[in-house]
């Protein structure tokens, strides 16, 4: 017997999927003697790291989480009172535990194929229900970013929707008691637009200013004061100006709401609603507008349609308006919801009811005017007439107060005035507000009070009617409720997702434990910065890994998407170009293959998109680029590239392309959607980029959930580091800061831990071994699927990426299309890869290095009997219309159903290869009809009528 005393698992080990045994049978179907013999045919030698990557040595799973919990309890988790948009609150035990720790809802990907994606969309159906209910509005969408996302997407919204009479207005005032924050993220969004931003006293606006556009309005406002501002918002639309507000989604519940005020759009966030705070994220942001404007929102919105049986069924509607569709006449670069936490937060609104969240509200606001009380009889001046549950107080010496407060573990607001804010929260006790009023001197409260909301601002409407709200208060159904939703959807529980350039890699547990701590989650964004020294250190050492694996000097963590980290790429390299004085430089090179972000994110920076051409190779034309930068060199300002390309080859002339743009006065960003196929093996600043943004939710490991949360730092070289975003409330950036791209300093903070972990547990080695196998598995799938499906381009050397195109546009002349393809791959239970992106008719194929030898292979044997199903229709043994593909999904009750008049047997449709057997998956719905959809838009609830046809649909 063999034994080792000093054995060490190797988390690298358990991340990484095929085996060594495995391996060796791969690179005999690939024709490669070893995996680095297969490299060297894939990565162009010139753009080869020379040194592997200087990373700290790999730390197993125990050690790590022993180590990290050391750095996270250096976090002081004092009682927030900050308020600003961000409040503590109580995350019910029955959705922490079966939705934020539940791999069956954060590994789920974006619900574009519906017929497997109902029990998300039935969860965002209520939370866009929840936020039309509250904030009075017609339509909601699936959620945004963050609260200062939001609001500078209704200012975009706003813009593109001028009034005629309006037609050449700029200007966009913002009340100056908006959180400052979303100020930023607004001086940001509004300046490459071309629009005039105005922060000032609401009450010195003149609505007659013929520049004038819009009106911004926060509700209750930065210091707490609430109004009615129906008669102003009546003034407004008399002179053709609309008004958005950001409202409080708890405090709607017992305040009138902006719908019956007659506000146009109505955002904010939807973090108080049992999502921690996370030092600032993430957190899903709400949109609310009229029905008007329902062609011009941005981000998602989940809509009702019926399947091909005529059951109810949902589905994203109206996704014409999608930026990868739109490219740059997209209404916005948003690729991206909230949809984990906006899910958890409609799943607040279920469990608790109407009546529940009013009594949380209610129970808020009395503290708060027990809080009022107990300051007023102490002779404190509180500025607030009427609130719900903020006050701003008057104090003689805040530096006495600030240090007596924090003795007692206590944060507040400091304003620059001698004023001090005290926001309170679903967490407060009356111990609490009694601890507060000591802190200024004051007796303990009295509890009877009496409402500090005018009779003309409390709301009489009703909210949340809908039975969904009303049935499931008790735990069990509760619990029941979301388990019956989470077996509706397929995610990375059941089987792989190939999404091409999407990457659906192990989410670890283990690099998913501490995103729910305490000494995470409970902390303030802006909270002061000796109390977040663990988030301190790790930021300070995420970043410097990523500098390390991208070859560039300056990074910034503060991009909460990958769109968002386009966006700030772009505006960085903006702002270096006017800082050198060359304000002209504004066109951006963009392949045709690209992103469809990448054109939306560069108009949205105030760039003239010039599209470079493809060769017939797929690859970037270069004798095209070599022109157009010659062409248009006095006023280029950069190249955008995806490297590997989008169609999935590393381009050996990425260098000579970085050289010609950079020969030209352009700068070169390259969106880091493929880093999965370079870390540890080249980087962006290796091939001539001058900034990247990373997808953490792609190759660092961050979970997609079901659409979001996501992260898109962005990582600069030298000439950009000075122009870092900076932050309005806590310094960040560089010493030339460009203004906030988002609300929080470092975005979604609490959900870097997670790449955190990843890099921490798998070492330089681990994450380059990585790379190399997800390029082995693409190569395996490629080398399978050859002979049976077209393989659209390959590198010099006959090898793909770490991901591929099969062509399937052939399939036509039968009759079949892509769509087919993917639907019928439901049942054999599997996800459908990249549908028609970035070429139309096309599937993009990206396994990653997750994956076994044997889920590849059944994933494989899926693709090939389809290709078998296609030929018998090709060759009329199938009927071109009445055939397995045109029906697929098939759904439970179908297979079941007493009638069967198919020209195909039932276990065709639903047992076509044996292993299927094994552990069936059952799409809910058969397809989705999407057309019906679109002309019957429906974006809540279902009426209860449909919705108890839909509960008494078998699954």
Not at 38 to 63: G, H, Y
Not at 440 to 461: C, D, H, N
């Amino acid at each position: 017997m063999t034994i080792n005393p000093l054995y060490s698992e190797k988390f690298e080990n358990r991340h990484n999927g095929p085996d060594a045994a495995q391996i060796a049978e791969m690179l005999k179907t690939v024709k490669a003697s070893s995996v680095d013999e297969l490299i060297d045919q894939t990565v162009p030698a010139n753009i080869r790291l020379k040194k592997p990557l200087n990373l700290p040595a790999a730390q197993t799973e125990q050690a790590f989480l022993k180590t990290f919990k050391a750095l996270a309890s250096k976090n002081k988790v004092y009682k927030s009172f900050i308020g600003m948009g961000y409040y503590n609150n109580y995350t019910p035990g029955v959705i922490l535990r079966n939705i934020l720790e539940n791999p069956g809802w954060y590994t789920a990907y974006t619900p574009y194929q519906a017929e497997i994606a109902q029990g998300r969309l039935e969860a965002l159906i209520n939370y866009q229900t929840m936020v039309i209910d509250l904030t009075g509005m017609e339509i909601a969408n699936a959620s945004l970013l963050d609260e200062g996302t939001a609001a500078a997407e209704a200012m975009h919204l706003l813009h593109a929707s001028l009034k005629p009479a309006k037609k050449n207005a700029s200007k966009f005032f913002v009340d100056k008691n908006t959180f400052p924050q979303t100020i930023d993220v607004l001086r940001t969004r509004s300046t490459p637009l071309g629009i005039t931003l105005v922060v000032d006293d609401l009450a010195k606006l003149d609505v007659t200013d013929p520049d004038l556009f819009a009106v911004f309005i926060q509700y209750p406002d930065s210091n707490g004061a609430i109004a009615d501002h129906a008669a102003f918002i009546q003034a407004a639309h008399e002179n053709n100006v609309f008004v958005a507000m950001a409202a409080d989604l708890l405090a709607l519940t017992v305040l009138k709401s902006p719908g019956e005020m007659g506000a146009d759009v109505v955002i904010g966030s939807s973090q108080r609603l049992g999502v921690p705070m996370g030092f600032g994220g993430p957190h899903a942001a709400y949109f609310a507008t009229k029905e008007e404007f329902k062609r011009q929102m941005p981000g998602r919105i989940i809509g009702a349609s019926i399947d091909a049986q005529e059951k109810p069924a949902y589905r994203m509607a109206l996704q014409t308006r999608e930026q990868h569709i739109r490219r740059e006449k997209a209404t916005s670069n948003i690729c991206t919801a909230q949809v984990l936490l906006a899910v958890m937060a409609g799943m607040y609104g279920v469990y608790h009811g109407p009546e529940g969240l009013k009594k949380i509200a209610g129970r808020v606001h009395g503290l708060g005017v027990m809080l009022n009380d107990g300051l007023k009889a102490k002779g404190l001046k509180q500025v607030n007439e009427h609130f719900f549950d903020t006050l701003k107080v008057e104090v003689s010496d805040k530096a006495s107060l600030k240090r007596e407060a924090e003795k007692r573990e206590i944060n507040l607001r400091y304003f620059e005035s001698n004023h001090v804010g005290i926001s309170l929260d679903e967490t407060t006790t009356p111990e609490d507000v009694n601890i507060l009023l000591d802190v200024f001197g004051a007796k303990a409260g009295q509890p009877k009070v009496v409402a500090a909301i005018p009779s003309s601002l409390q709301r009489t409407s009703s909210f949340m009617t809908h039975p969904v709200f009303n049935s499931y208060h008790a735990e069990h159904e509760m619990l029941r409720y979301i388990k019956k939703l989470e077996n509706k959807d397929l995610s990375m529980v059941h089987s792989m997702i190939s999404l091409g350039s999407c990457t659906m890699k192990l989410n670890a547990t283990t690099e998913m434990i501490p995103v729910t701590w305490p000494e995470l989650g409970g902390i303030h964004p802006f909270a002061p910065a000796d109390q977040a020294t663990g988030y301190a250190g790790m930021t300070k050492n995420l970043e410097a890994w990523l500098a390390e694996i991208t070859g560039f000097t300056g990074v910034s963590l503060q991009p909460n998407s990958g769109a968002q980290g386009e966006y700030a790429g772009l505006m960085v390299i903006r702002a270096y170009h006017q800082h050198r004085g060359d304000h002209h430089r504004n066109i951006s090179l963009i392949p045709a293959s690209a992103h469809g972000t990448n054109p939306a994110s560069a108009v949205m920076a105030g760039m003239e998109v010039v599209i470079v051409k493809s060769d017939a190779e797929g690859k970037i034309d270069v004798a095209d680029l070599k022109a157009k930068a010659e062409q248009h060199k006095e006023k280029l300002s950069c190249l955008m590239v995806t490297y590997p390309s989008t169609h999935g080859v590393f381009e050996e002339a990425i260098t000579e392309i970085c050289e010609t743009i950079h020969a030209n006065g352009g700068l070169v960003y390259m969106d880091g959607a493929n880093m999965n196929a370079q870390v540890g093996l080249t980087s962006p600043a290796n091939i001539g980029a001058d900034v990247c943004h990373l997808n953490l939710h792609k190759t660092f490991c961050i979970p997609h959930g079901g659409g979001g949360p996501g992260m898109g730092p962005i990582c600069v070289n030298d000439k950009l580091k000075p122009f870092l975003p900076g932050h309005a409330v806590v310094k960040t950036g560089g010493e030339h800061a460009i203004n906030a791209v988002s609300a929080a300093p470092w975005g979604s903070a609490s959900i870097l831990a997670i790449s955190y972990a990843y890099i921490a547990m798998m070492g330089g080695e681990g994450l380059t071994n990585a790379t190399k196998l997800a390029i082995l598995n693409a190569n395996y799938i490629k080398e399978r699927l050859e002979g049976h499906y077209k393989i659209l381009y390959t590198g010099t050397n006959g090898r793909c990426a770490h991901e591929m195109i099969v062509d399937c546009r052939d399939f036509k002349k039968a009759g079949i299309e892509v769509e087919d393809i993917a639907k019928r791959l439901m049942d054999y239970g599997f996800h459908a890869p990249t549908v028609s992106f970035p070429v139309a008719g096309t599937l993009m194929i990206e396994p990653t290095e997750s994956e076994t030898k044997e889920e590849l292979d059944r994933f494989c044997d899926a693709l090939i009997e389809i290709r078998n199903e296609i030929r018998e229709v090709e060759e009329g043994k199938a009927d071109k219309e009445n055939n397995v593909l045109k029906h697929a999904p098939h759904t439970a009750s179908v297979i079941t159903a007493d009638a069967w008049e198919r020209p195909y047997s039932r276990q065709k449709a639903a047992y076509p290869l044996p292993y299927v057997r094994d552990a069936k998956f059952w799409p809910s719905v058969s397809r989705v009809d999407n057309a019906y959809g679109d002309r019957n838009l429906v974006c809540s609830c279902l009426p209860l009528e449909l919705y108890e046809k839909t509960e008494s649909v078998p699954a």
